[in-house]
């Protein structure tokens, strides 16, 4: 067998000295507190049911989409799709991506141009800061939730060399946040930074993974609980969270939705999903307008709120971040201790997984509790209770 580069042994030297190697882990029988399938919906039977169903009344007995959606595989599945999600969603256009990597890679690296600045908060998702990077926009990271920060930010990187006022030639500017962190749980200020944007005429950008089917009418996320989905350029909603299944969607206008079409290579040179995908995607979302969507939901949130009412003990609120989302983080410095807590947890039976640096800055590692609809009052307690005596 040929060698393997010395560069990459050292590498993985490095992630195993600092005891961060990454490695697939097996299925278990645990409770679940580690996935993101928040719902239930990714075992959910009427789902899946519904999605046999749609494929047997379009006759559509194919097991993958044969090509790109520019080429082969723009199947009548994804007109009916995307047709749903503007309804669901209330805009204008919606675009499908195979994933909510694809879309954040395919709209950061073509939509910000070379004269253009992106300000993105500084917990942002790799995806993103992949597709800056991608891209040749000049970006600037802004501290977390610090709207201040993000004005200075703006000011300083809109100046001219000689510091004399605002540049003319500077391009289009584009603020990107998350509307609930995958890693802290937290949110935004959503009405200041739209009022910010709105006077300034900048671009905000939104990431709503982790809101979608949590939170707003229908589970539709926080900008619409919030009234305020018409105020922003782009949302990414993504599928494979609390919805159950796979795929991603950029919403936005008509005309961004053209733009995409032509300039994202991330949608451009793939293969499309599979019918099947496409109909799971909308089952999931008929679910999540039905009477059973609107329960489960309930349930959600009532898990959230007897949660937070167990972390006000005093032994556990100074390490939990504060989060009103179905991710609630507790932070234990150290690899080597956040791993040893969550082998523990694992021995009693509750999949609580550790998040390590450099996944999350060094002295910032910990354990992410991420609360289900199926997860009882008694579980929340037992694990909760469990953790205070070890920690």
Known sequence: MEQFPEKLLVKLSERKDNNALRSLPDSNPLVDFASNDYLGLAKNEDVFQHSLKMLKEYDFIRNGASGSRLLSGNHILYTELEKKLCDFYEVEAALVFNSGYDANIGFFSSVPQRSDIVFYDEFIHASIRDGIRLGNAKSYKFKHNDLGDLIKKCEDGYTTPSGQGLSQNAGEVYIVTESVFSMDGDSPDLKKLITFCNANNYHLVVDEAHAIGVYGKKGAGLLQETELQEQVFARIVTFGKALGCHGAAILGSEKLKSYLVNYARSFIYTTGLSPHSVATIIAAHHYLGSTEGTEVRKKLNENIEFLNQKLKNPNLKLKFIASNSAIHCCKIKGNDKVKRVSKSLQEKGFDVKPI????????????????????????????????????
Request: charged residues 25%; proline residues 6%.
């Open 356 to 391: 390590l640096s450099p996944t999350v800055p060094k002295g910032e590692e910990r354990l992410r509790f991420c609360l289900h609809a199926f997860n009882s009052e008694r579980q929340l307690k037992e694990v909760m209770n469990l953790l205070q005596s070890i920690i």
